[in-house]
């Protein structure tokens, strides 16, 4: 099946700083999801993205397919947005690690 | 309001118990899934349900056994707990295979 590997595994920042968390799929995808899941556990949906950008407040996500990976953006990052994200291929039902981001103070 | 809703929200119970974890979405979804995420936060496919018919069944021991009455909801029954059935089991559902998935806030089922 498809594997999906996310980058990097962890990430520390600092309140404000921005950052680039990375999806790699090993085979051509037609339909891509990035989650938030915060502390308290809930998955929460940040963008379906199967090509293209899109952008939703400090946040915005950007599709290659035909290069087989994506990227989501955090800019002016808070406190708030610790947790871990997930990238998952939805026709293949993968997901990723994740990466557990914290911000911190 | 709640899309898609699970009960219980936390399931403690013994070694070799069966106990139920359901599932309903509001949301006129017509494909519905169950994902278990263990404790390194790794989330795997279960089980897909889409119009009430099981379409996908990853090898997952057959003491799990998912029962959906009605396209609104997808339940799990699990029989004869053990130590390593621990985790979180999420609720998912979406229009059709392929399509933006909304998830549930997960149960937590721990196992003494």
């Known amino acids: 099946g498809i594997q999906v590997e996310q980058s990097p595994p962890d990430l520390i920042l600092q309140e404000g700083a921005n950052s680039t968390l990375r999806c790699n799929f090993s085979d051509s995808v037609n339909n891509l999801q990035w989650f938030h899941q915060n502390p308290w556990g809930q998955l929460i949906n940040l963008f379906y993205i199967p090509s293209g950008t899109k952008q939703n407040g400090r946040l915005s996500a950007t599709t290659v397919a035909t290069e087989r990976y994506s990227l989501l953006y955090i800019s002016s990052s808070q406190t708030t947005d610790s947790g871990v994200y997930f990238c998952?291929?939805?026709?293949?039902?993968?997901f990723g690690a994740g990466t557990r981001l914290t911000v911190k103070p | 309001d709640t899309a898609v809703s699970q009960t219980p929200k936390y399931l403690v119970t013994q070694m070799g118990n069966d106990k139920s974890i359901k599932c309903e979405q509001n949301l006129g979804h017509d494909t519905m899934y169950w994902y278990k995420q263990d404790s390194k936060k790794f989330l795997k496919i279960m089980f897909s349900y889409n119009n009430k018919e099981l379409i996908i069944n990853e090898t997952v021991p057959n003491r799990f056994s998912p029962k959906s009455p009605d396209k609104a909801h997808l339940n799990l029954h699990i029989n004869s707990l053990e130590l390593g059935d621990s985790a979180v089991y999420f609720c998912a559902s979406s229009t059709q295979g392929g399509q933006p998935q909304h998830f549930g806030d997960g149960t937590r089922l721990s196992i003494l």
């Open positions: 998952a291929v939805i026709n293949d039902m993968r």
